[in-house]
């Protein structure tokens, strides 16, 4: 099969010029690895502005390609997001709303019984894997999951991937040090065996290293899906007691959630490392993601509002990062807003496919090519998050049911349960502080048409049983 698309802007081109149209025959299709990382804040890396985790091989990543700065997750906790992810559509198209249960919170401060969230994504969405399967790939997934088990239709295995380590239902790891099991005996699939002592981040880059060394002479996809830096925080003690040592930044603080993305960080050195010894830099491209926004209190994402599980950014802004050698241009960065649904459509691009009209990404080097058109983004929430840290104090809640989009520099929250909207100037306002749908009635009115005309065009579930257990405020 041969391929022939204007493949980056003249900005992004290492060489050439926009009008250069490479001609790609089966075997230039790149690798991919998609390098997912749970509940890292997009604050959390030094190139994103952290100011006492330490990232040097991230960085690098991202001096050695090109750094998104206004990622957005689909979803602002995990299984939805990874839903998202791997079926290129948007929550209420495949149904996983929330992680189960969606009644969260105490129920006599729910006004609503929330609609039924779907815990896993159906069998017959074609995802990721499959599609890129289809055109000759050879598919891994490694790490979480939290879409369902292999034993009922909807595991790794029977969604495209044709290996699968430690991905199952399970979305907290059972053990970050070996053995990897649950207090019933449960075990990561492919992680039976272990030393003692080893830590899970390393078991699973060197599981990903194995899987290429093995795969060199094919096209490959990797998911390497990473259970670090989710609670519990646990980290090798060397690095603990390094942070421990180390002084506190004014916003970042917490040595032992410090010493899990050190490790992180090592291992994804390791990576990008074991892929230039094998002489597949130029044929791979490597894109480093979180799932959702980083998980406050035990992070701060001190640049924008809120943490994960919230509608605000920093429940769903993520650090994104793409590296491919002789394709993009080293220390590239864009403000282009892009989202999780994306990369569906621009893998099976690459990979020489056509994506299916049904997906609700685009193919994000064909958006890089006209950075100034506007798309809305949107996001769709019906259920319940109970509040944690210092939010506890203040309100019952994290999110409360919600639809909320961006289109431009502006962002629109509408919310159920009261009716009532929230308008933010992203360029002005960047940390949501000011709502201003009063001082803009016009484009509060326009947006909320727009958000409403979708997510009733996508059939989204939409809480409106009343709970009779509800009293409110009182």
Request: glycine residues 10%.
């Amino acid at each position: 099969m041969l391929m022939k698309r204007c493949m980056l802007s003249a900005s992004l081109l290492s060489v050439g010029s926009l009008c250069t149209v490479p001609i790609w025959g089966q075997a230039e299709r790149p690798n991919i690895v998609l390098v997912m990382v749970d509940d890292l804040g997009l604050n959390d890396l030094g190139v994103t502005g952290t100011d006492f985790y330490e990232t040097p091989n991230i960085d690098r990543l991202a001096t050695e390609g090109l750094l998104f700065s206004q990622a957005y997750a689909a979803a602002p906790n995990s299984a939805p997001s990874r839903a998202c992810y791997m079926t290129g559509m948007y929550t209420p198209r495949h149904g996983v709303y929330t992680v189960a249960p969606a009644e969260r919170g105490n129920k006599k401060k729910r006004k609503f019984i929330p609609p039924v969230t779907n815990e896993d994504v159906a069998a017959d969405f074609v995802t990721m894997a499959e599609a890129l399967k289809q055109e000759g790939y050879v598919c891994a997934h490694i790490g979480k999951w939290h879409l369902g088990e292999d034993s009922d239709g909807r595991g790794p295995l029977s969604q495209g991937f044709e290996v699968n380590v430690a991905g199952g239902h399970a979305g907290g790891p059972y053990s970050y040090f070996y053995p990897y099991c649950n207090k019933r005996g449960k075990c990561y699939v492919g992680l039976e065996e272990g030393k003692e002592g080893e830590y899970l981040t390393d078991r699973l880059t060197q599981e990903a290293i194995g899987f290429i060394e093995g795969n060199q002479l094919k096209p490959f996809f990797l998911h390497l899906a990473h259970y670090g830096v989710h609670v519990p925080l646990n980290a090798p003690q060397h690095l603990i007691e390094k942070y421990k040592n180390k002084a506190k930044g004014r916003y970042h603080t917490n040595p032992v959630y410090a010493a899990m993305i050190e490790n992180l960080d090592w291992n994804v050195g390791r990576l990008c490392q074991a892929i230039d010894s094998l002489g597949l830099s130029k044929r791979t491209l490597i894109v480093f993601a979180s799932d959702n926004g980083g998980s406050e209190p035990v992070t701060d994402n001190y640049q924008v509002r809120g943490g994960k599980g919230m509608p605000y950014e920093g429940g769903t802004r993520i650090p994104l990062i793409m590296k491919w050698s002789g394709h993009i241009k080293p220390g590239t960065k864009t403000d282009m807003p892009v989202i999780g649904v994306d990369l569906y459509p621009t893998f099976v691009t690459l990979a020489g496919g056509v994506p299916k009209e049904n997906l609700d990404g685009q193919d994000i080097f064909s958006l890089l090519e006209n950075p100034n058109e506007q798309r809305a983004l949107y996001w769709h929430f019906p259920a319940y998050l109970q509040a944690n840290g210092e939010l506890r104090k203040k309100q019952p809640f994290r999110a409360t049911p919600y639809s909320s989009m961006r289109f431009g520099e502006w962002k629109l929250i509408y919310f159920y349960e009261t009716y009532s909207v929230e308008l933010y100037n992203l360029k002005s306002d960047p940390k949501e502080k000011t709502n201003v749908a009063t001082r803009y009635p016009d484009k509060a009115s326009e947006l909320k048409k727009q958000l409403l005309e979708w997510v009733d065009k996508t059939y989204a579930a939409i809480p409106s049983k009343f709970n009779p257990e509800y009293v409110g405020s009182k």
